[in-house]
């Protein structure tokens, strides 16, 4: 299985802004090319080996490559959830829904839709570490960089329902800081000159 495919960036451009017409009006730019092994909820957890998901299905039926913590309920997308997850594996705590940046805490967003009265999850983004926007996985395509957390809002991923932060120490310890900027690097490596040239205004 083809786990990393390279388009071009008007291919790259012209999907992703049909999918979330907002990216239109405002500033993005790819972080890392087209992947299968990893979705959204694992780049906000800053890990690109596997996906997580809490699967409709017994957890000794779940494949090797996707993960969710033991001792969390399975096919259960409600944001609660998410947030326990993040909460009980990573040392987030709720901060509501203030997207603002804070200096000295790395944060993520939930996006959700209400379905049947339960807010379920459909997405995650996690904050650039400076505060310079936020990454995205979009689904099984690229990561990238946007504006700020309305950029993906609408019809796919809903609006955003909970913000969680922690502290630097806690990412910086656990390893988990240098993996988005080893791949960005990699996609540099082999792929130097589009991103650049083709996207450049749309660079933050």
């Known amino acids: 299985m083809r786990r990393h495919r390279?388009?071009?960036?008007?291919?790259v451009r012209d999907a992703v802004e049909n999918a979330f017409p907002n990216l239109k009006d405002s500033k993005w730019y790819l972080k890392s090319p087209h992947s299968t092994?990893?979705?959204?909820?694992?780049?906000?957890?800053?890990?690109?080996y596997r996906s997580w998901w809490p699967m409709d299905c017994?957890?000794?039926l779940f494949p090797p490559e996707v993960y969710?913590?033991?001792?969390?309920?399975?096919?259960?997308?409600?944001v609660e959830n998410f947030t326990n997850a993040f909460v009980d594996d990573l040392g987030y705590d709720p901060c509501g829904k203030d997207d603002s940046f804070e200096w000295g805490f790395q944060k993520v967003a939930i996006y959700a839709v209400m379905t049947n009265g339960v807010r379920e999850t459909k997405h995650m983004a996690r904050q650039h570490f400076f505060g310079r926007g936020w990454l995205s996985?979009?689904?099984?395509?690229?990561?990238?960089?946007?504006?700020?957390?309305?950029?993906l809002e609408g019809t796919l991923y809903g609006s955003v329902e909970q913000i969680l932060k922690r502290p630097w120490q806690i990412?910086?310890?656990k390893r988990l800081a240098l993996?988005?900027?080893?791949?960005?690097?990699?996609?540099?490596?082999?792929?130097p000159s589009w991103i650049f040239s083709n996207l450049k205004e749309k660079v933050l």
């Open 68 to 78: 969710w913590p033991p001792h969390l309920p399975v096919a259960d997308l409600s």
């Open 137 to 151: 996985k979009l689904g099984p395509d690229e990561d990238i960089v946007h504006e700020n957390l309305k950029d």
């Open 171 to 173: 990412a910086f310890w």
């Open 179 to 191: 993996y988005s900027s080893f791949r960005f690097f990699i996609y540099r490596l082999r792929h």
């Open 37 to 48: 092994t990893y979705r959204c909820i694992a780049w906000a957890a800053c890990e690109t």
């Open 58 to 60: 017994p957890r000794n």
């Open 6 to 11: 390279f388009r071009t960036a008007q291919d």
